[in-house]
């Protein structure tokens, strides 16, 4: 059974930029410890090299599919629910392709 978090691969590369640079960013994650949506403010990285107490970061497609890559999270505080405002959301086309 996979331990940590899952998130929309959507999500990340929408917020890309500020990865790269480091920069907290704002998500919502599913928690794989009682499969509950949590929306957090985190610090995200694709390895958890340079991450101190990182977790595992499942990326899900746009078909709601685990992907075979694996980032690391770290989870700096669990925010209310209105407070995830993603950019976009997948399109049909990205759906069913």
Known sequence: MR????????YLEDLR??????????LEVRDLNDISRKVVRARVK?????LPGAEQL?????????TDQCWAIQVIE???DDAFRPKRTAKR?????
Do not use: C, F, H
């Open 17 to 26: 930029e500020e990865i790269q640079q480091g920069q907290e960013v704002v």
């Open 93 to 97: 086309e990205e759906i069913y392709r």
């Open 78 to 80: 669990e925010l209310p």
């Open 46 to 50: 694709e390895s958890a090299e340079g």
């Open 58 to 66: 499942w990326v899900r497609n746009a078909k709601d599919e685990i």
């Open 3 to 10: 331990e940590g978090y899952e998130v929309y691969g959507l």
